[in-house]
């Protein structure tokens, strides 16, 4: 049965991308052979795993290596390959696209969706699930598929078995190449197993303790108890009355001792426990500095990183909103906190605004550099990046009579909460990344051109585990991109 499901399974990727690809035809300036020349950008006459990543990335389509590789059989595609690979099966669209003119250049758009239709493959194929063993199949004919569901009494569809050939037929003969099939579940047999790993990495078992309780009690002193008792009955009423008047002598001496010894053994201990409490107090403050020193030098860039692009994301949500709030707008947000009315605002006013203590909210003005904000200074602060919300709040007229008003006379408590949480958040000092040159050169792996793009960060992101989108990534970019050009050079990158 798992051999069945595995080949359903297959029957489906294909009856799904075959839509994929009938849907392609659609746009006008499809052709194959442009597509082909697109992604093999060397003119090396043709494509591998590595240039079909590079072409995925070009439209925002993460993947590695490995998963790029999970479509190739052999380890280059041909043209003849390309097109068995992305045209469909139907006969009556294949000569359309032969009729079609292989010299028209290829739109944005049409690429974008060869892109969709390539990534959409590889998730497929690598999240399927293969089985153990194929000993069950012996030829890979049709029939032999056919056999194999008629052993397990189950009813199957031609269209269905047409889709399972044509998944797994690699050299299109029409039939299953069983030694090229084997060696492809072998890879997603280690594909799967080391994913399984990876899970149960996590899960840590820890052994059981075993007690074990000592006997106390002694059968010799229960032998002495007895015979001194017998000794005790011969002896006379006053040689018994005079040990009695012995022991009961020695007793009390015993527990005057007894409560001398405790004196001193507590007072020892207090002086012991006065110390050891002041040696765990300098122990933790060691501790305290230790951690705040390793915490800093343990971090990974890729979480430094994401920890900065988080707050970013975080800034531009909230200017969002606030762009959205119907009663703000940035000119009457400046009046109001520009108190002395002298076109500008001090450090004095974003901090009796934010309740806090003077000097908190320095970091904002060292953007800067600079201990006043301009009314472009602070729309600059303010202004969502997104080109929509932009327009929205920039086209917001002041009210008539908002001089002279203050914040909670102008705003709701929600306009001036949202104002508030973004000037904290700017007010924050930044984490610095302590970048280096090979860290930069690792990042700028994709396009190798120096500088560091957003298809670079979205790259290394992804193979670090994270995913982030091209609109959120651009955000860190633009963040710390000092001369606006859409991209880091080494300098800004070593500032972050």
Known sequence: ???????????????????????????????????????DQLNDGYITAQTIQVFLHRFSYLHTLKECGILFYKPEFKYVDFLRFLL????????????????????????????KHISLEIVLMNNLQPP?????????????????????????????????????????DGQIDLLLLNNWVLILNKQTQIKQQKESCSAFVTPKKQIQFQNSIKTTEKKESKNNTTKLIKQSPQKRNQIQMQKSKKQVMACQKYKQDNRTKMTQNKQEVETEKKKIIEVQKNKKNI????????????????????????????????????????????????????????????DTLLNQ??????????????????????????????????????????SVDGNNKKMSELFSYQTIKLLI????????????????????????????DNFIGVSDLQQYLYESGLRYTHHEAILLINAYDKDKDGRLSLQEFLDM
């Open 88 to 115: 469909p099966t139907n006969q009556l669209l294949r000569d359309y696209i032969s009729h079609s003119d292989q010299q028209s250049q290829q739109s944005n758009e049409c690429l974008k969706e060869i892109a």
């Open 132 to 172: 153990q063993s194929l000993d069950q199949l012996t030829d890979g004919t049709r029939e032999d598929i056919e056999q194999l569901f008629k052993k397990e009494r189950l009813f199957v569809y031609q269209d269905e078995i047409d889709a399972m050939i044509k998944r797994l037929d690699f050299y299109g």
């Open 421 to 448: 949480d973004l000037l904290t958040l700017l007010q924050q000092i930044p984490v610095k990344l302590n970048a280096d040159i090979q860290l930069f050169n690792k990042i700028d792996g994709i396009t190798r």
């Open 357 to 398: 203590k003077s000097g908190q909210s320095m970091q904002i003005f060292k953007r800067f550099n600079n201990n006043q904000l301009t009314y472009h200074d602070f729309l600059y602060l303010l202004q969502p990046y997104s080109a929509n919300f932009a327009e929205i709040l920039n086209t917001r007229q002041p």
């Open 291 to 350: 951690n705040t020193q390793t915490k800093n030098k343990s971090k990974q860039p890729q979480e430094i990183i994401e920890y900065l692009l988080d707050k970013e994301i975080k800034i531009e949500k909230i200017k969002q909103q606030l762009a959205l709030q119907k009663d703000f707008n940035t000119l009457d947000a400046f009046r109001a906190l520009d108190v002395y009315s002298k076109g500008s605002i001090g450090i004095e006013e974003i």
């Open 1 to 39: 049965m798992e051999l069945l499901d595995f080949l359903m399974e297959c029957a489906k990727i294909e009856r799904t991308i075959e839509i994929s690809r009938q849907f392609l035809i659609k746009f006008p300036t499809f052709h194959p052979y442009q597509a082909f020349k697109q992604i």
